[in-house]
């Protein structure tokens, strides 16, 4: 059912502070299961979600190596929180703070994966912007290839440590800010 994706529309929806996305997928990636909310917000029924890959809601500005920084760390065996901005079908875009965790068989083996994505610390989203715009600048500088990713792994890596934090402090860093406020 692969379906040509809408362009961005340029108008962000939103979901309840009290509301979480689900979604489950296989090692590969592929949707197993979504909750309600996240049909929802995604505007795609949960039949056109299972059996789809999990990016069939990435947003185009949303940094490669982001992704590629979340998928190492959970394909090996480790959680990872991160800022992250989905399409949904309409074209419109929504902001998620998102845990995925990895899910494992007795021996360790990753059998798939677990996401609980809530609403963002929202005055942390400009930081992010900023950073994923100039992530995804290097990209597309370098090509969209492995070059590109590899080129906003780098960028990524020297933004952290000017900061002096790790990836995981810094998503913390910004999240902290909503509980201070």
Not at 42 to 70: D, W
Not at 81 to 89: G, H, P, T
Not at 128 to 148: M, P
């Amino acid at each position: 059912m692969r379906r040509q994706k809408t362009p961005p529309s340029g108008r962000e929806c939103f979901f309840r502070d009290d509301e979480i996305i689900v979604s489950k997928t296989d090692a590969k990636g592929i949707i197993t299961y979504a909750n309600l909310v996240f049909q929802r917000v995604s505007g795609y029924t949960e039949e056109e979600l299972l059996g789809q890959p999990h990016n069939l809601i990435r947003h185009p500005s949303m940094p490669c190596c982001v992704f590629r920084a979340l998928w190492d760390t959970v394909s090996a065996g480790n959680e990872i929180f991160a800022y992250v901005v989905n399409q949904a079908r309409n074209g419109d875009h929504y902001w998620v703070f998102a845990h995925v965790t990895p899910t494992v068989d007795r021996s360790g083996k990753v059998l798939g994966y677990h996401s609980n994505r809530r609403v963002p610390n929202r005055s942390a989203i400009p930081v992010v912007q900023e950073i994923y715009q100039k992530l995804r600048a290097a990209e597309i500088a370098h090509g969209d290839g492995q070059r590109g990713i590899q080129a906003g792994m780098d960028l990524l890596a020297s933004t952290l440590q000017n900061v002096g934090l790790s990836y995981e402090q810094f998503v913390f860093s910004l999240e902290s800010k909503q509980k201070a406020a």
